[in-house]
Nanobody, 122 residues
Framework: QVQLVESGGGSVQPGGSLRLSCVAS????????IGWFRQAPGKEREGVSC?????????YYADSVKGRFTTSRDKAKKTVYLQMDSLKPEDTAIYYC??????????????WGQGTQVTVSS
């Protein structure tokens, strides 16, 4: 049974940093791209970043986080990371990792984690 488990969320002041982790079980990062999505209260889930399954680990970011967020992976640990710097209050949301196609569209994802809360507030 495929499982994606996120961790690393929490509360931070504006301008601060957090690093989220997503550990995959019963799934290989060679076959699935891994995405990060977020959902704020009252809003639809939106794509934040994704990293390809290919050896070069190509990444893609939403414009709202470009230059502030970085996604990386450790295939041996089956773990994908989302480093979030220069956080803003509008980054507050539940963050989910996903496995599926190299895409920021929710309908292109096959599996989802349970989510981790990120709150940015002074």
């Amino acid at each position: 049974q495929v499982q994606l488990v996120e961790s690393g969320g929490g509360s931070v002041q504006p301008g601060g940093s957090l690093r989220l982790s997503c550990v995959a079980s019963e799934l290989t990062l060679d076959h699935y791209a891994i995405g990060w999505f977020r959902q704020a209260p009252g809003k639809e889930r939106e794509g934040v970043s994704c990293i390809s399954s290919s050896s070069d680990g190509y990444t893609y970011y939403a414009d709202s986080v470009k230059g502030r967020f970085t996604t990386s992976r450790d295939k041996a640990k089956k773990t994908v990371y989302l480093q979030m710097d220069s956080l803003k209050p509008e980054d507050t949301a539940i963050y989910y990792c996903s496995a599926g196609r190299f895409s920021l569209r929710t309908e292109h994802q096959s599996y989802w984690g349970q989510g981790t809360q990120v709150t940015v507030s002074s």
